[in-house]
């Protein structure tokens, strides 16, 4: 059983900057992948940001230039860089890992981001 737990989210202006924190009860060099997704009221929940088992790292357009994912492997901790946000970044960011052989999906239980002045 994988537990994860986001952690940073809130209240901040258009323009500013968060950072979102995400720790796995594991070693996150065990997992095949792990993102950072989003819902915004209403919507989907959508891919933001993501490492591959290789360490390799895609972001989605919207966030490509403002965004950075990082990760300390002896922390077992992803965090999100968010920075010169906007208005339609409002929403609620989980963080995902799949892992094994049988890719189990994990979820956190969300951390919700209002950019709003």
């Known amino acids: 059983q994988v537990r994860l737990v986001e952690s940073g989210g809130g209240l901040v202006q258009p323009g500013g900057s968060l950072r979102l924190s995400c720790a796995a009860s594991g070693s996150i060099l065990s997992f095949n992948r792990m993102d950072w997704y989003r819902q915004a009221p209403g919507k989907e929940r959508v891919l933001v940001a993501g490492f591959s088992s290789t360490g390799i790292i895609n972001y989605a357009i919207f966030v490509k230039g403002r965004f950075t994912i990082s990760r300390d492997n002896a922390k077992n901790t992803m965090y999100l860089q968010m920075n010169s946000l906007k208005p339609e970044d409002t929403a609620v960011y989980y963080c995902?890992?799949?892992?094994?052989?049988?890719?189990?999906?994990?979820w956190g239980q969300g951390t919700q981001v209002t950019v709003s002045s």
């Open positions: 995902n890992a799949n892992y094994g052989r049988s890719n189990l999906e994990y």
